[in-house]
Every structure is written in structure tokens, then in C-alpha cells.
């Protein structure tokens, strides 16, 4: 994609959001103003062998809330948050779904670790009984498509349909997607954004590697940006956005949350599960997505970072941030929500893109929480532990990861 400014306006009309934190945008953004945690200790499975027990899980997530009683038995987690935060967004949105307009619909979602849980079953039925034993209704879980593929079936979406799987920027690069689609004319509302679920297998993953809070010698702590981060609290969760070509939401009158104004994307491949020290790619990503908004760094009035309390990524985000911005970077409020709802993978940058869409809809910046003693390198203004006033008419939203993928957004009050 081009780096310069996009001819057709993209607006968003539209949030559906569960998380740890509240479901719904109006609970997610007041959960976001008051500061509230949503980590707390796993119910989903036994955490007797871990070393820590805290994550970000929706334990009142209830699918028959959303989707009703019926046809729920054989869909796996992802799948129900996914379509739940599906129904939310539509409702949001306004928009009704017809045979005449169905076509103009599309879906973009972005995940990573969704099918773990539901290929690790499958397949123990298999080695234990037979694949003859297997129930065949099981078996579309175990793909990772499965659970953006039931947000069209479920909802009679019959446009385009995909599944973006980058880790750590996935919703984010199946938000840019989907805005490119717009941009080509080739839909007129896609409804985009991620979903991770919290299962054993995963947790386990993030815990082998010791890339938790806790699993180092230290103790729990979840604190971007503070001297005493050692780790990310893993999270999950389901997000999804109405993003609209800006002519069709005014055609039907349909409200208007926030204006999508470009993204930025590089690959920076450094070392397996290594972030790279020079933060090479996300100052490229930053600089391509301020020149792809058509914005300058001094239009900038907030950024939601990636800050996931790890030791390395805060600091090199840190520096990024100072290297692009230069001086303005220090009255520029910059807060990790992730500090909140913890690292939820590959719906961050969604839960990400919501935070921000509520600030410029809202007027206020959501804070950095237990932000109690600062790190020296760390030094710009974080927000720490209360959400302020602020009106923001432009933001920037930062993801990236130790896998090499880094992508950027910029968000903006739609005049």
C-alpha cells in the first residue's frame, strides 16, 4: 500500500468489545476512564503447576447472553466471544444486514492462538479412541478461520470473509486490510478487528517461554513503564469494529465514532522471540503511519502504546517515541491499556483502536495503572494510575512484537 494519504474517507459506526475489563463499548470505555484491572485468577483451568495464576479472563462471559440457547454446543471459545462481540458491534452500528446489501458486507479478523485449544482435543480423541470416535461437528474449530467464518454465518455476511494470523499486530494488520478493501471499493462496511481466548495450552506457551509476570523469580506485577515490570499478564478477548466508507454511513444517517486516517506497517525479523534493541521497525511503522494519515507528528494528541511490562519492549517503544516525535514526545500523553485488560495477543490492537476511538469520542485519556515507581529510561508522560480530560482530535495507535511485525494506526475526530 502507498504511503500517501487515501483518497476515500473511512469512518468507524460501529464497537462490539468483550473483555476482562467490561463488555460492550460504553462498559469498556468507563472501565478505561475509572482505571479498573481485569486480571484476576484463572477459572478456566488448573493453575496448580504455574508459577503464577493471574490473567486477563472474561469469567462472566456467558454466549447465550448474545447468541441465544441454540447451536452453541459445538463452537469453541473464540467462536462464541468472536460472534458475540459480533452482535454487539451490529447492534452498534445501526446497520441491518439484508439479502439486497449483504454482498457490500465484509469480515476481517485477526488471530493467532485461537484453534490450540480446539486442535489439542480433536486430536486426543484421536490418539486415544480413533479417528472413527472423533465428532465430526468438532472438527471446523480446529481451523483458524472457523471463528470469523461463524460471524458471517451467524449474521448472513455473504461479502468477503478473512483471517490475518501475525501475533502480536494481527487485529491491527486485519484492520488495515479491511480499510484497503474500503479504499478499493470492494465493500461499503466490514466489520474488523481480532479475538484470542484463554485456554491452558496457551497460557502454558507464554509460561514455558517465561514471557509471564512471575515466571522469572520475581513477583506478579503488572506495570508498563515501571522499574518493577518483569513480564506480560497474559488476556483475551473479542473485538470488532463497523469500519464504513464515510459517503454510505452519511447516506443512512448512521452515527459516527471516529474516522480511520491511514496505518503504517514494517517487517523487522530480528531474532526468534527477540525484540529488536534499535526498535528499527516501529519507528518505521510510526513514521509510514503519520505519512499515510497525511498528519504531521505535532497533530498527534494521544498515543495508546503497545507497553506490555516487559523489560525490553517498553524502553525500546520508549525510544521510538522520542526518536519520532523528538521534543513533542514529552507533552504528548502516551498510556498502555494493557496494564488494565494485560497482553492479549492478537486482539490488542483492536482493544487498542477502541481505547482510542473512546478518547477522541469521549474527552478523556485513559491512565497507565500501577505506575508507582517510574523507570529512569521511561521518562515520558504516561498517565500514571488516574485518567485525565483531554480533548485529542488525532491519535496513534502502536502495536508490535518479538516476531518482527509492527503496525501503527492513526485515528482522528471525524469533522
Known amino acids: 500500500m502507498s504511503n500517501s494519504p487515501a483518497d476515500k474517507r473511512v469512518v468507524i459506526t460501529g464497537l462490539g468489545i468483550l473483555a476482562s475489563t467490561g463488555q460492550g463499548r460504553k462498559e469498556f470505555w468507563q472501565a478505561l476512564k475509572d482505571g479498573k484491572i481485569g486480571y484476576r485468577p484463572v477459572?478456566?483451568?488448573?493453575?496448580?503447576?504455574?508459577?503464577?495464576?493471574?490473567?486477563?479472563?472474561?469469567?462472566?462471559?456467558?454466549?447465550?447472553?448474545?447468541?441465544?440457547?441454540?447451536?452453541?454446543?459445538?463452537?469453541?471459545?473464540?467462536?462464541?466471544?468472536?460472534?458475540?462481540?459480533?452482535?454487539?458491534?451490529?447492534?452498534?452500528?445501526?446497520?441491518?444486514?439484508?439479502?439486497?446489501?449483504?454482498?457490500?458486507?465484509?469480515?476481517?479478523?485477526?488471530?493467532?492462538?485461537?484453534?490450540?485449544?480446539?486442535?489439542?482435543?480433536?486430536?486426543?480423541?484421536?490418539?486415544?479412541?480413533?479417528?472413527?470416535?472423533?465428532?465430526?461437528?468438532?472438527?471446523?474449530?480446529?481451523?483458524?478461520?472457523?471463528?470469523?467464518s461463524q460471524v458471517s454465518i451467524w449474521n448472513n455476511i455473504q461479502g468477503f470473509n478473512t483471517t490475518i494470523s501475525t501475533g502480536f499486530t494481527a487485529s491491527l494488520d486485519a484492520m488495515s486490510y479491511a480499510y484497503d478493501f474500503l479504499q478499493m471499493e470492494r465493500a461499503k462496511l466490514i466489520f474488523t478487528g481480532g479475538v484470542e481466548e484463554m485456554c491452558?495450552?496457551?497460557?502454558?506457551?507464554?509460561?514455558?517461554?517465561?514471557?509471564l509476570s512471575g515466571t522469572n523469580g520475581g513477583a506478579f506485577v503488572n506495570c508498563p513503564f515501571d522499574r518493577r515490570r518483569n513480564g506480560v499478564t497474559f488476556g483475551?478477548?473479542?473485538?470488532?469494529?463497523?469500519?464504513?466508507?464515510?459517503?454510505?454511513?452519511?447516506?443512512?444517517?448512521?452515527?459516527?465514532?471516529?474516522?480511520?486516517?491511514?496505518?503504517?506497517?514494517?517487517?523487522?525479523?530480528?531474532?526468534?522471540?527477540?525484540?529488536n534493541p534499535a526498535g528499527t521497525g516501529v519507528k518505521a511503522a510510526m513514521r509510514n503511519a503519520l505519512e499515510n494519515a497525511g498528519v504531521e507528528p505535532q497533530d498527534?494528541?494521544?498515543?495508546?502504546?503497545?507497553?506490555?511490562?516487559?523489560?525490553?519492549?517498553?524502553?525500546?517503544?520508549?525510544?521510538?517515541?522520542?526518536?519520532?516525535?523528538?521534543?513533542?514526545?514529552?507533552?504528548?500523553?502516551?498510556?498502555?491499556?494493557?496494564?488494565?485488560?494485560?497482553?492479549?495477543?492478537?486482539?490488542?490492537?483492536?482493544?487498542?483502536?477502541?481505547?482510542?476511538?473512546?478518547v477522541l469520542r469521549e474527552g478523556f485519556v485513559p491512565p497507565t495503572v500501577n505506575l508507582n515507581e517510574p523507570d529512569p529510561d521511561c521518562d515520558l508522560d504516561y498517565v500514571p494510575n488516574q485518567s485525565r480530560p483531554a480533548k485529542v482530535d488525532k491519535a496513534l495507535v502502536i502495536t508490535f512484537g518479538p516476531n518482527g511485525s509492527n503496525c501503527c494506526m492513526v485515528l482522528g475526530r471525524c469533522a
Open 236 to 275: 483475551e478477548g473479542a473485538c470488532l469494529l463497523a469500519m464504513e466508507d464515510y459517503e454510505h454511513a452519511r447516506s443512512r444517517k448512521a452515527q459516527i465514532l471516529g474516522e480511520v486516517l491511514g496505518f503504517g506497517y514494517y517487517f523487522d525479523p530480528f531474532r526468534l522471540h527477540k525484540y
Open 43 to 148: 477459572t478456566l483451568f488448573p493453575t496448580d503447576r504455574f508459577s503464577v495464576n493471574v490473567a486477563g479472563e472474561i469469567s462472566d462471559f456467558d454466549a447465550v447472553r448474545y447468541m441465544g440457547p441454540k447451536g452453541l454446543r459445538t463452537l469453541d471459545r473464540s467462536t462464541k466471544l468472536l460472534v458475540s462481540a459480533s452482535k454487539l458491534a451490529i447492534a452498534d452500528s445501526g446497520f441491518t444486514i439484508t439479502e439486497e446489501n449483504t454482498d457490500d458486507v465484509g469480515v476481517s479478523v485477526g488471530t493467532t492462538l485461537g484453534s490450540i485449544k480446539s486442535i489439542s482435543d480433536f486430536d486426543m480423541v484421536t490418539l486415544k479412541e480413533g479417528p472413527r470416535y472423533v465428532n465430526p461437528a468438532l472438527f471446523p474449530n480446529t481451523v483458524i478461520n472457523s471463528p470469523a
Open 200 to 211: 491452558e495450552l496457551t497460557f502454558e506457551g507464554f509460561h514455558a517461554l517465561k514471557f
Open 300 to 358: 498527534i494528541g494521544y498515543i495508546c502504546a503497545n507497553a506490555n511490562s516487559t523489560v525490553a519492549a517498553d524502553k525500546i517503544e520508549t525510544e521510538a517515541i522520542k526518536e519520532v516525535f523528538g521534543k513533542r514526545a514529552y507533552e504528548i500523553p502516551v498510556s498502555s491499556i494493557k496494564s488494565m485488560t494485560g497482553e492479549c495477543y492478537s486482539v490488542s490492537g483492536a482493544f487498542a483502536a477502541a481505547a482510542a476511538v473512546g
